[in-house]
Every structure is written in structure tokens, then in C-alpha cells.
């Protein structure tokens, strides 16, 4: 069964501590990106990797980290100086660019709650 | 640098009606443009991509339009059902794969 998996589907943190969210693929693309979504706002792009071992930056990289060691997975952890790290997280990925008509595809999100 | 807006942020309809959600983009300079539906608490589902040389796709009741040189794209959604109800986002597509989302409208269909 294709696809791509977030979890947890809740995740709890307490101010000071990292925590980390895992986003799985099992499509064989190359490209992975890590979305934040705030009640009106919309998406925002965090981090993206378009191949193994290789990551770039997005709109709002301040407070988090990636790695890339695998195709299949790309997690991103919170850490302790993001200042406002309660919201939705998804992950998505994407085939490689072959043509305008490929899109992303999304995993079922992650929403991280700060107490 | 691009910047997408959707109008209305949110929509209530009832069951039946045509409606019309709108977005519109700053850089014409796209590859394509998509327009997901989002239920509440879920990720998102794309419905339908048009490329930057088309001007609409069609899929059932939807039909969304794209005018490069406005900037515009419009979801038209034909009979509206209370399961219609979720928030549509657009996202246009710029040079390396990033898509850029507007912060969607969250559509209301009441039986």
C-alpha cells in the first residue's frame, strides 16, 4: 500500500524540549518537503530535500532541523528555540520534476501542542 | 516574490448552489497552479493542476480556470453537497517544485 505516513498524530512538548516528527514515504520520490499551517495562514514551507543527503532551507527555517539519510524519510525535529511551535505539520513529497504536471503529495499532519 | 490570495477566507452556502471560490497570485511566471481540499484535522487531497498553457480542467462538478495574464484562478463547484464542506487551498507552482499556498477558504454547505 502506497503512500506517505506522519506520526504521531498528536504530539504534546513541553516549553524547553525538542521533539521530533517522522514522515515516512514509500512512493520512490525523490523530493520531500516539511509544511507549518496556522489557523488562516495557509501552508508555509519549513525545510525541503530534493535528493538523499541534501536539504535546503524554506520561508520559516529558525527553530528547526532535518535530516536526510534515507529516501524513504525525512524528520524534522523542533527545537527549543522555536518560540511559537504549536500548529499542523505536514509533510508532503513529490516525483522527480519530469514536467509541470507532478504534484505533491500529502501526508495526514502532525499537530504538536506546546503546554 | 509570489504571493497567493484567496477570496473569501470563509463561505456558507446551501446545499445546491453554484459557487465560486476565488484566488489570485502576484508573478505571473508559473508553472501550474492546483487547487486541494483539506477536511478538518487532515492533509490535503489535490483536485485539480492546470498547467501554465491550459485554461481550465474539469473533474465532475469542478472546473477551475487559470488567466496567467490577471493572475487569477477560479474553482467553480456545480450543485454544492454538504460533503463539499472543507477548506479548498490553491498553490501556485514556481521554478524547483516549491509551491506557494494562499491561506485558503473554508467552504460551508448546510443540508
Known amino acids: 500500500d502506497g503512500g506517505i505516513t506522519q506520526s504521531p498524530k498528536y504530539l504534546f512538548r513541553k516549553e524547553g524540549q525538542n521533539v521530533t516528527l517522522s514522515c515516512e514515504q514509500n512512493?520512490?520520490?525523490?523530493?520531500m518537503y516539511w509544511y507549518r499551517q496556522d489557523p488562516g495562514q495557509g501552508l508555509r514551507l519549513i525545510y525541503y530535500?530534493?535528493?538523499?543527503?541534501?536539504?535546503q532551507k524554506g520561508d520559516i527555517a529558525e527553530g528547526y532541523s532535518v535530516s536526510r539519510e534515507k529516501k524513504e524519510s525525512f524528520p524534522l525535529t523542533v527545537t527549543s528555540a522555536q518560540k511559537n511551535p504549536t500548529a499542523f505539520y505536514l509533510c508532503?513529497?513529490?516525483?522527480?520534476?519530469?514536467?509541470?504536471?507532478?504534484?505533491?503529495?500529502f501526508g495526514p499532519g502532525t499537530r504538536l501542542t506546546v503546554l | 516574490k509570489q504571493e497567493v490570495t484567496q477570496i473569501p477566507a470563509a463561505l456558507s452556502v446551501p446545499e445546491g448552489e453554484n459557487l465560486v471560490l476565488n484566488c489570485s497570485f502576484t508573478?505571473?511566471?508559473?508553472?501550474?497552479l492546483q487547487w486541494f481540499r483539506q477536511d478538518p484535522g487532515k492533509g490535503l487531497t489535490s483536485l485539480l493542476l492546470?498547467?501554465?498553457?491550459?485554461r481550465e480542467q474539469t473533474s465532475g462538478r469542478l472546473n477551475a480556470s487559470l488567466d496567467k495574464s490577471s493572475g487569477r484562478s477560479t474553482l467553480y463547484i456545480a450543485a454544492s453537497q454538504p460533503g463539499d464542506s472543507a477548506t479548498y487551498l490553491c498553490?501556485?507552482?514556481?521554478?524547483?517544485?516549491?509551491?506557494?499556498f494562499g491561506q485558503g477558504t473554508e467552504l460551508s454547505v448546510k443540508p
Open positions: 508573478d505571473s511566471a508559473i508553472y501550474n
Open positions: 512512493l520512490n520520490h525523490d523530493a
Open positions: 492546470i498547467q501554465s498553457s491550459q
Open positions: 508532503a513529497s513529490q516525483p522527480p520534476l519530469a514536467g509541470s504536471t507532478d504534484t505533491q503529495y
Open positions: 530535500s530534493q535528493i538523499v543527503n541534501d536539504f
Open positions: 498553490a501556485v507552482r514556481s521554478g524547483g517544485g516549491k509551491l506557494i
